[in-house]
C-alpha cells in the first residue's frame, strides 16, 4: 500500500527515512525543518496519510501539536521530551489524534528490550548480583540517558523487586540502578547491561551498527499506524508481528516467587 509521507525534521535520521520510505513505494509529500515552519500549514502537509518526525527534545512536543492540529497521525523517535508524554496521551484519549511514539524504533532494539526483561526476572533470584548499565552514542545526541537506556531501566524496575529507580549519579545506593554514558564521535548507539558479582559478570548488549534499522523500523511503524486511532505503542506493534509470524510473546515472562 503506498503512502504519502511527512517528514518533520530533515537531519540525518530524516534522510535516510525519506530514502527507505521512497525505496518501500511511498511518496514524500512535505518535508519540514527549522526553516520552514509554516508549511505545517499547506495543503501539501494536510494531504499526508501520516507524518514522521525526528528532531529535538524542545521542539518534538510543539511538532506534534502543529500536526495534530492539520489531522495529521505522528509517529515519532525524538527523545527527551516525555516529562509532557501524559498531554499527548490526553489529546489522544480525547479522540483528537493519532501518535505512535517510542524511544528506539529498532526490531532489533525491541528484541533487547524483551531479553532484558526476561534475564532481569532470572537475576532478582540471585542477590549477589547487581546491574548496571552503560550507553554510548554520537556526540549530537542532547539527551542522557537516552529514551533507550530509560525504556531498559524500567524493564529492570519492572521485573525486579529490588531495584526501585535509575540514576545517573555515581554515589547510588543498592534498590538504584546506574546509568553511565558517553557521547563521542558518530557511534550510532550501543547499550550494555552487566550484572555484576564478587565472582563473575553477566553482561548482554546491543550495539547498532548504523541509522538504516531505526529508519527502517519508524517507516514500518508508519505503515502500521495508517488506519488506526489514539496512542499506539511499540509494544503493540511488536505483538502484531509476534502474533503474524507464531512466536512466544516474551511480554508474558513474569518474575519467578
Known sequence: MTMKIALIGYGKMGKTIERIATGRGHEIVSIIDIDNQADFNTDEFRSADVAIEFTTPSTAVE???KAF???VPVVSGSTGWTSRL????EICDRGEATFFWTSNFSIGVNLFFALNKYLSALM???MEYSPSMNEIHHIHKLDHPSGTAITLAEGIIEKTGRI???TESSA???EELPIFHERTGETPGTHTISWDSAVDTITIEHKAKSREGFALGAVVAAEWVNNRKGFLTMDELMHSIIARHNLPDTNQTQNHD
Open 86 to 89: 501524559n498531554e499527548i496521551k
Open 69 to 71: 492540529a492539520q489531522g
Open 63 to 65: 511538532n506534534y501539536l
Open 164 to 166: 526501585r529507580n535509575w
Open 172 to 174: 547510588y545506593e543498592p
Open 124 to 126: 532478582d533470584n540471585f
